[in-house]
């Protein structure tokens, strides 16, 4: 069964950076549509951002380009989220999600495999 553990939130001031990971089992990063979610109080259906199985394939919600940055090392079979410059309005839990196919997906509507989550808090 595909499963996937993310890691690496914390607690940073705004400004600050955190770099999040994604432990994928069950399949490998050249198998699966993958990216970073998400919730916020106004619900969004789009993913914060998301790769396909090619590493120019990628996709970054409006509110994070610039700031973020996704990538994967396909040796260790997982997925990194790098936030830079940090504001209150990202503090969340992120979540990694995937599923089994070729080409991008950018709604979390799409995505069946989840991981439980990582709190990320930022706070002066």
């Known amino acids: 069964q595909l499963q996937l553990v993310e890691s690496g939130g914390g607690l940073v001031q705004p400004g600050g950076s955190l770099k999040l990971s994604c432990a994928l089992s069950g399949a490998t990063l050249d198998d699966v549509a993958i990216g970073w979610f998400r919730h916020l109080p106004v619900a969004d259906h789009d993913g914060v951002s998301c790769?396909?199985?090619?590493?120019?394939?990628?996709y970054y919600a409006d509110s994070v380009k610039g700031r973020f940055t996704i990538s994967r090392d396909k040796a260790k079979n997982t997925l990194y989220l790098q936030m830079n410059s940090l504001k209150p309005e990202d503090t969340a839990v992120y979540y990694c999600?995937?599923?089994?196919?070729?080409?991008?997906?950018?709604?979390?509507?799409?995505?069946?495999?989840w991981g439980q989550g990582t709190q990320v808090t930022v706070s002066s």
């Open positions: 999600a995937a599923r089994h196919t070729t080409i991008i997906y950018t709604t979390k509507d799409e995505y069946e495999f």
């Open positions: 790769i396909g199985t090619t590493d120019d394939n990628t």
